[in-house]
């Protein structure tokens, strides 16, 4: 198939996505879609973020879950998610919160156009915090394995205009990190992210954080269990 | 190559004790490894937190036991949960759960091995952490709380005696509060809802409701802005106490128990 043909192919599958509604938000129920807060004080808020799956191009499916900390520590898992001729996911999380974030997909099944292999994985996440990392279970493109734990920023070659980038890390101007599992570019025109963290930095090497909440329990005395200190965050218990 | 007789001979002295130790006393002194957890398999187990499921991981040894107090564990950094000694791994457990560090209570111990109580659905899911390993510290809890449904009534231990009882607010008929042995997993200063300023989420999770909220279906403690929940079972499943009580409440350690009945 000519490189034109399959590019038009790949184009035709989804804009009969498109024609369908394309424009994806999360079924009634889904965890709370927060829009992605920028690093602006030093307080630690919103900084830390995270969510499990971004699309954008012909088809956008809005970050989800997606948490940030500006209300403290937070936490969002939806079962699963099917985006129409693009995506399959299920157990999706994002957490955020004490310096930390992490994202994570289970059991993905990606179909990246006409003719184009699909990307399965029995698992992804990111995390940033503790330290900058993302990994892949079982994950293979069309038949190919892809690393479990890739070095940052490993291109996969793929013939076309299918870019695909394992354990993706982006350094931002305000010094906050990004790391995403897997970044997806079929032909320019669509764009996926599978579980992406970003963190403030300082966190990774347990130097000074940016004033995030501190985790660490005080030390027992006399070996007796520690008073908790309440710590900002947000669940939704039931009532 | 001359051997230094006198060293070698305490050293194999030694390992024919520990031998006949081992052949004499049964499992209590075999050594248990744990099963190698690749990063692949890592990549793959569930989380233990509130949001978690886990498959496969044994049931509390025993959830009726009552308001115990006893020893409660800390991760400082994430730690494999196996299914037992030297069993499958079934789980992680972070350091953190809900920006609280984690602590869970221990209900048994065996050969380097503790099992602990998992914050994960389902209810009274237990795992075995591998103590050899490192990585944790233990502390002696003297609390307990009891959560008696019928007589709508929350009482707090320290050592066996009672320092506080009161009326409480329960489970509604369609949303009942699970019956079991839960343990606070965290403390909260919530941030978005206002019914009460302070959160204790517990292990269990309501069995009516997968979800509530943007939660897992959470089971808590927590007070609420009016007296109309004292001696009713109106919530959708948590426990709701009069402020007197939350303020006890919020000074007992996590991890630890509130049997419900």
Known sequence: MSRKKAVAGGLGVLSAALVAGAVLTPAAGAAEVRPQSKATTSGGSGVDSAYAVSASGLLKVNPTPAVDDSDGYSEASLAELTVPTLAQLRVLTARAGSGQARASVADLSVGLGLGRPALTASAVEAQCGVKTSSSLAKAKLGTVPLDVQAPPNTAVAVPGLLSVVLNKQVTHQDGTVTVTAISINVDGIQKLDLATATCAPGGESGGPTSSSQPVSSPAPVGGKAPTPTPVRAHLDVTG | ?261
Not at chain 2, 14 to 33: E, K, P, Q
Not at chain 2, 38 to 60: I, N
Not at chain 2, 167 to 182: D, M, Q, V, Y
């Open chain 2, 1 to 261: 190559m001359w051997i230094n007789s006198r060293r070698l001979l305490p050293a194999v002295g030694t390992t024919i004790i520990a031998l006949m130790i081992g052949a004499c006393s049964g499992d209590n002194s075999r050594v248990v490894v744990p099963a190698a957890v690749g990063p692949e398999d890592l990549t793959t187990l569930p989380e233990a937190d509130t949001f978690g499921t886990v498959s496969g991981a044994p049931t509390d040894p025993a959830p009726n036991s009552g308001a115990v107090a006893g020893k409660v564990f800390h991760p400082q950094a994430e730690m494999i949960v196996y299914a037992g000694p030297g069993g499958n791994p079934i789980a992680k457990l972070p350091a953190v759960q809900m920006g609280s560090p984690t602590w869970v209570p221990v209900v048994s111990e065996q050969n380097g091995w503790a099992e602990i109580l998992l914050p994960t659905r389902p209810n009274a899911s237990a795992g075995w952490v591998h103590e050899d390993s490192g990585g944790f510290e233990t502390a002696r809890n003297d609390y307990s709380i009891k959560v008696d449904r019928a007589a709508f009534t929350l009482e707090i231990f320290d050592a066996g005696k009672s320092i506080g009882k009161w009326r409480i607010g329960t489970g509604s008929a369609a949303h009942p509060t699970p019956a079991g042995r839960a343990y606070i997993i965290a403390s909260i200063a919530e941030t978005r809802n206002t019914y009460s300023p302070i959160v204790l989420p517990l292990s269990y999770h309501s069995n009516s409701l997968e979800t509530f909220g943007g939660g897992p279906g959470t089971v808590g403690l927590h007070t609420w802005p009016n007296d109309s929940f004292v001696g009713k079972p109106s919530s959708d499943g948590c426990v709701r106490v009069p402020k007197d009580a939350l303020d006890q409440l919020v000074k007992v350690p996590l991890g630890t128990i509130v049997d419900i009945t």
